[in-house]
Every structure is written in C-alpha cells, then in structure tokens.
C-alpha cells in the first residue's frame, strides 16, 4: 500500500536520500532545506515585514489565531537544537507569510530534534533544484515530481526543463493522469496548452529524450510516462 504523505520524519529522508545524517543537518544549517515542526493549537501570528521611511523593518500582522499544522524552523534554531537536543522556539518561518510568531504572552513551542519533520514540498523542491536522486525502493510509486508552474520536472530520475508550453502540456497529463483518465487526445491537449503545433514531436523537439516523458499509442493518444 502507497500512502501519499504531506511530510516525513528524517529517518524516512535518509533512508530516500541515503544519506547521513551528518550531511542532512549540514543542509539544515546551511539553509539549503528547510525542517519542519507539526504544532496543535498555538496561538500564533503570522503577517509582513515592511520598511519604514527610516529604513528600519517593520512588522505587519494580519492573523493572529490559534494553529495548527506545520511551521519551518531557521536555519539557526536548527543549528541550536541539533546541538542541545532540544529548544524552546517563540519563531518560526512559513510559506505564507513573511514572519510566523507566537503571541499574547503564550509559552514557546518545545522542540525535540525527533519532532523535526521535511515536508513534501520541500523535499520535492531540493531533488528539483539539485537533481538529487533518490534511492531506489522496492513498491515505490514510480517517481514523478514537479515544480509549480511545472517548468522544472523529474520523471523516472530524468530531469527536465520545459518551456511555458511543454510545460503546460505536462500540467495537463498529470491531472488527467490524477483523475485516472491518463490517455488523452493529443491534438486536444496541445490545443487547451495554446501551441501553434498540433504535433507532440514539433512541441518537445528541444527535448532529446521527451519520450522518457511522454508516452504515445501511435494513435494519437498521449500520457504521461507513470503508472
């Protein structure tokens, strides 16, 4: 059974990545990726940082609210916790907002290094950005991962970077193939992916080896090379 997780503990990042864990907290430190903690009910605020006219930061919240979910750590608490073994953190970093702080006087989030987590994301985005390999595991789904705008994909450990076009018709498969309607109408696809071309060949011919991504039945269907 194949369970599609949000995130993961370090000894299942290790095991992918195979590597040590030296090497995983020298990432961590250096900021090359980001950990993550899971809270329950934190009384947190989350806003901007804007510069005043004096140049000086300023903060601008827009929530405060009690939340739960995940919050990456910095990089320089994670430098402190690997080497005191647990922390004590009242901020923390996320995605949405340009700061994440604990308010109204609440107690800080205790930390334990086993509490620190990689989310899917994240681990997505360092084998993107870094070509990274993972390990090969027996049972695993084949791998297929992508950035947003899906201009930078790893498929089956090739990696490739598409144009605005290439991209979008990759954007297309995957949620066909999602919606477990893989095989599509090529002509279709290219047309909604606004290509001038109505030939999968033309449209990833700067690709030497797109047919490690695409799949065709000769019939003029397409999909993407997963199962």
């Given amino acids: 059974m194949h369970i599609e997780k949000s995130y993961f503990t ?5 095991d ?3 590597i040590t864990e030296a090497d995983l907290i020298y990432l961590a430190e250096n900021d090359q990726l980001r950990l993550s903690v899971r809270v329950f009910g934190v009384p947190m ?3 901007d940082i804007e510069e005043t006219s004096h140049g000086e930061a300023c903060r601008m919240p827009w929530e405060q609210t009690r939340y739960s979910g995940l919050l990456d750590l910095h990089a320089s608490d994670v430098f402190q916790l690997f080497r005191c073994g647990e922390l004590h953190l009242n901020s923390f970093r996320t995605p949405r907002a340009d700061y994440a702080r604990i ?8 930390v334990l290094i086993g509490d620190l987590l990689l989310t899917r994301e994240e681990r997505d985005r360092f084998e993107i950005e870094t070509g990274f ?3 090969d595991h027996a049972g695993e789904a084949p791998t297929f991962i992508h950035s947003a705008d899906y201009q930078e994909v790893r498929c089956n450990g090739d990696r490739f970077k598409l144009g605005p076009i290439q991209a979008e018709v990759v954007r297309a498969l995957h949620a066909a193939a999602l919606a477990g309607e893989p095989w599509q109408n090529g002509k279709a696809i290219l047309y909604g992916a606004g290509s001038r071309s109505l030939r999968m060949a033309d449209v990833f011919k700067s ?3 797109w047919r490690r991504l695409v799949r065709s039945d000769r019939r003029g269907g397409y999909r993407l090379n997963i199962d």
């Fill in 16 to 18: 992918r990545w195979k």
């Fill in 45 to 47: 605020e989350f806003g």
């Fill in 10 to 14: 370090l000894p299942e990042v290790l």
């Fill in 133 to 135: 390999s993972a390990g």
């Fill in 207 to 209: 690709q030497a080896n």
């Fill in 103 to 110: 308010f109204g006087g609440s107690e800080p989030v205790f």
